[in-house]
């Protein structure tokens, strides 16, 4: 810089003091015009913004050297929370998840002679799920007829979904990846935003709400969520598709219970049922046929939530103190008397 041209020569020397004039005034110029235009076409979003939402909620503050539960695991190694009671704010996810509009599509299927848990399942579900939301229950049954006629409160609908049967009952449990697939594609994604994808020999003891929502979730099968990786029964022969080695996975899922986003159960319901193809042009079937599935996809797709088996259990197995809530029960069954039939 040529110290001449003093402390008003230009910015750091490189332009005179008349180009830097001529810069000024366009610059002013550009940023008048580009106010005016936001003013007179206004932020390109159809509703006004809002900076704060105006409900205002009362709740102890969340205390970082006191986690709420200290007898069980409330995160996975990857950050997906594990949900049990205790860990969770309903209000505060009620309020973000009305803010959202969400309809939930239950998933259930009654085949056969199964149709006769419908009426306990869907009036304990009026009663406890999802409780003050949108509730769409998708009903797959081969016997439209027996669906019993169910009292259900607003903003929420029953959907008969007629399917064909299959002899064995391995083959009706399977199925239910293919069918899911298929009304995911064809139907759930344009009416839901969630699905959750249930056995139907259940009923509702307490509240399962908008907390087990999330991208892509599972549950921790009652009988294993204690147990060794070893225990695990997970599918052990290289020759199916379903195969996991003895050196690998996380936890051990139940088949009857499990959902996420409609597109991420539709990956889910795809990529399981194609698996259940290959084994059967291959002349084998899984141990726990679209469970194990379930277990190899959710081993190498990870849930981004985890149910306890809170949501998920059979009194069979007792009453263990850490469970504080028993939300979601296996009606007892006989098998042979029910299966096949
Ligand atoms: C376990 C799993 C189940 C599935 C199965 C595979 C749990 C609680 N359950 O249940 O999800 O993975 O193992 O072996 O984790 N169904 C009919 N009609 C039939 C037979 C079955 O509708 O004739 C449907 C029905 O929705 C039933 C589901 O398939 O709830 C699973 O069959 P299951 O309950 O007899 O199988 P289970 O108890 O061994």
Redesign the pocket.
Known sequence: MDKDQGKTGGVKGYFPKSTLYVMGCTTLLCFSFGYIWNMSNGPCLDTPIKIFSTVKMIYTKPQILKPPRSDVLMMTPWFAPIVWEGTYNSEILNEQFRQRNVTVGLT???????VVFLKTFLETAETYLMVGHRVNYYIFTDRPEEVPKVALKEGRNVVVLQVQNYPR??E??MR?MEMLSLFSQQRFINEVSYLVCV???MRFNDQVGVEILSDLFGTL?PGFYTAERRSFTYEHRPASQAYVPSDEGDFYY???FFGGTVTEVYKLTKKCHEAIMVDKANGIEAI????SHLNKYFLYHKPTKILSPEY?WDDNLGRPEILKKRRFL?VPKNHAAI??K
Do not use: C, M, P, T
């Open positions: 259930v299927f009654a085949i056969k002679k199964y009952w391995q009706i449990s239910r056995d139907v020999d099968h139940a088949g009857g726990w046929q679209e469970e998920l296996a299966r096949n």
